[in-house]
């Protein structure tokens, strides 16, 4: 998974790999191809031209037999792939707490759905963001292409820079960014996460 390369390559994040790990009856880990637009439409462009995906591998903690399935996984697919582990608390803080109780809601204009009330959220978010940004900083080269997807990953780019990194960072945000009059609402409107949603 850290061989060298030899020309620009492309390293996608995500909030997942691209593939599913699951534990089967006997407890053993196995691995599924993910589906979705994101992998349909990037998998065939990093096995083409050489690249990285980076995400959380599906499962809480480190693993010890993690590597080896995931340097199958990367054997089958043709390109790279970077774990981000995560514990069971930062899962629950950042996946399902800030982006999916307070990002997702208020971006699609639901507030009443949105819960502001738990300051350890956004932490949560911050420091995964920072853990993202690590691992993408320690595999990549100047003239690779950082592409970060979606709003589960706003505050990558700024943690990059503040690493050093100085590749091109692109970021795809996968659903409407709000209005102004929304966006807001969100008591954390001010930090680096609005400083990071375009392209730089």
Sequence with gaps: MTEQRSRAGLIVASNRLPFVLTRDEDGRLKSEPGSGGLVTALAPVLRDRGGTWVGWPGIAGHEEDLPRHLSE?????????????????????FYYGFTNEILWPLFHDL?????????????AY???NHKFAQAIAEDSRREDLIW?????????????????????IGFFLHIPFPPLDIYVKLPW??????RCSTTT
């Excluded at 507030?111 to 932490?123: A, K």
């Excluded at 970060?148 to 091109?168: F, I, P």
């Excluded at 409107?189 to 609005?194: I, N």
């Design 73 to 93: 996984a990367a054997e089958k697919s043709g390109y790279r792939l970077k774990p981000v582990p995560l514990s069971e608390e930062e899962q629950d803080k």
């Design 111 to 123: 507030l009443t759905l949105c819960n502001f009330f738990d300051p350890s959220y956004w932490r």
């Design 126 to 128: 911050l420091n995964v």
């Design 148 to 168: 970060v997807q979606d709003y589960h990953l706003m505050t990558v780019a700024t943690e990059l820079r503040k690493l050093g990194v100085t590749s091109r």
């Design 189 to 194: 409107r001010s930090s680096s996460c609005a």
